[in-house]
């Protein structure tokens, strides 16, 4: 089978039915190496002729993507889909999609390389996903490409705005797009990580927890983990010895443990006693914390502790520092429209000259290499980054470190990409934001890193790698 490749996209269209059965005759690996030679930006397979499909069927394209991604760093995944096809791949892969989804080709056309810097006329394209990391990077993305993202920031205002074609050139929905970063949780306002768990509760949830992700969250400054205990029936000694675990562990960090939603109908009141006397906070409804104000800053508001956690820098990681620095200024610089100047660099700890009017956010990474990076941002230039994404200018604060948050994501999710393109494999977690910078100088006190001072229309920008 031949691709047909166009603006650089190079596109497979299987027809009939994807089944696991009639799949390994469609499409081979040699067909896939022969349209690599064309050097193209992305590799898509064609669903619109395809009348039926399961997840084996569709497995067997996505591993065969998969494999050219590893090697060449192409972006690959499914494209010419509708609603009806959309919702079952969802439904399929759900927290587990880690590839792209284009609901067309002329979008895939949008994020290709081959439509950057032409010179043209920007043109307003109008985005929306449900899912806030998502949409920031689909913006950014688009923008980096010339393009004049219009984001809706709810569904109500994407409809809205949907019936308006005339004033777009182009409508970026059901459009996903993959290496971006962790699904093992939910960020939200404050500081805090949501774990759902549900069922009957026994020695299995030990197994399933990412235990690495959760440590390496601490290890970013995250205080307040929520378990989403609504569709717990019952749990047994086993859950409560691993509950009591993880709030001991988390001690030295300060962390805050709460389970919310969860009845005690078919559960003995002493598991819960026993929990409550080993720190961890019992809720009935979710909002009772997340939409007091004073409890969420008193919760998760300020650093950790990490007492516990002095790893040295190793040659591994100061090795790609070109790449992490890459990905920060090229995406500060599309931001905010103004070249980086590099000032200093240096190893050691943390040092600012001042904390005044400055925000900061910070995110983990780990797998075949780990760490963490540091952003400081001036208010200002924090408030120029934020400005497209949110479609308008504030200065509300709580938006802005939101907001900031989704950038920082996006960053660390082109890091993530650039590793892989060299065979480094790296998970991150979900990025921490500091309103007040001096929370965050506690957080890694006495940690030594790669401190990098930039500029930014002479504003002090500082970009921090360390463990």
């Not at 920031?136 to 205002?157: C, H, M, T, W, Y």
């Not at 005339?166 to 306002?189: H, M, N, P, W």
């Not at 508001?301 to 002095?310: F, R, Y």
Request: hydrophobic share 40%; charged share 25%; glycine share 6%.
């Amino acid at each position: 089978m031949r691709a047909i490749v166009k603006n650089r996209i190079g596109v497979f269209s299987l027809q009939g039915f994807l089944d696991g059965t009639t799949a390994p005759t469609m499409l081979t690996m040699e067909d896939i190496k022969a349209t690599q030679a064309l050097n193209i930006d992305m590799l898509l397979v064609s669903m619109k002729k395809v009348v039926f499909f399961n997840k084996n069927g569709l497995n067997i394209f996505i591993d065969l993507l998969h494999s050219v991604q590893k090697k060449s760093g192409t972006i690959v995944g499914l494209c010419d889909y509708d609603d009806k096809k959309y919702a079952a791949i969802q439904k399929f892969y759900n927290s587990n999609l880690n590839f792209s989804l284009f609901r067309t080709h002329k979008i895939a056309t949008l994020f290709s390389a081959s439509m950057q810097d032409k010179g043209e006329s920007k043109k307003s394209i109008l985005v929306w996903h449900e899912d806030p990391s998502q949409r920031s990077a689909l913006a950014i993305e688009l923008f980096d490409r010339g393009q004049n993202p219009i984001v809706a920031q709810s569904q109500k205002e994407f409809d809205e705005k949907k019936t308006q074609e005339d004033l777009y050139e182009a409508v970026v929905y059901q459009t996903f797009l993959g290496l971006l970063g962790s699904k093992i949780a939910t960020r939200v306002t404050g500081n805090a990580i949501i774990y759902s768990v549900g069922g009957f509760l026994d020695a299995e949830i030990s197994d399933s927890f990412d235990l690495t992700y959760h440590q390496n969250s601490l290890n970013v400054g995250f205080t307040l983990f929520i378990f989403d205990a609504y569709k717990v029936v019952s749990m047994n000694i086993h859950a409560v010895n691993f509950f009591a675990k993880l709030a001991s562990s988390g001690a030295e960090y300060g962390a805050n443990i709460c389970i919310v939603g969860m009845t005690f109908e078919k559960t003995p009141e002493t598991f819960k006693n026993e929990l409550e006397d080993a720190g961890l906070l019992f809720f009935t409804n979710m909002d009772d914390i997340l939409k007091d104000k004073e409890m969420l800053k008193e919760l998760g508001g300020s650093g950790g502790a990490t007492a516990g956690n002095k790893r040295a820098l190793n040659k591994v990681l100061v090795n790609e520092l070109p790449r992490f620095i890459s990905a920060t200024v090229n995406t500060m610089e599309m931001m905010t429209n103004a070249k980086a100047e590099k000032q200093d660099a240096s190893v050691g700890e943390l040092s600012l000259q001042s904390t005044k009017d400055k925000l900061a956010s910070s995110i983990g990474f780990y797998g075949q290499l780990d760490g963490m990076v540091i952003l400081v941002f001036p208010l200002e230039i924090a408030k120029k980054s934020c400005e497209l994404l949110l479609g308008e200018k504030t200065d509300n604060i709580e938006e802005i470190l939101d907001t900031l948050a989704e950038f920082v994501n996006i960053i660390a999710g082109r890091v993530k990409a650039l590793l892989a393109e060299q065979s480094i494999s790296v998970d991150i977690t979900l990025p921490r934001t500091y309103e007040n910078v001096d929370d965050l100088l506690a957080t890694v006190e006495k940690r030594k890193g790669v401190q990098v001072n930039l500029n930014f229309e002479g504003e002090g920008f500082t970009f921090f790698l360390t463990r």
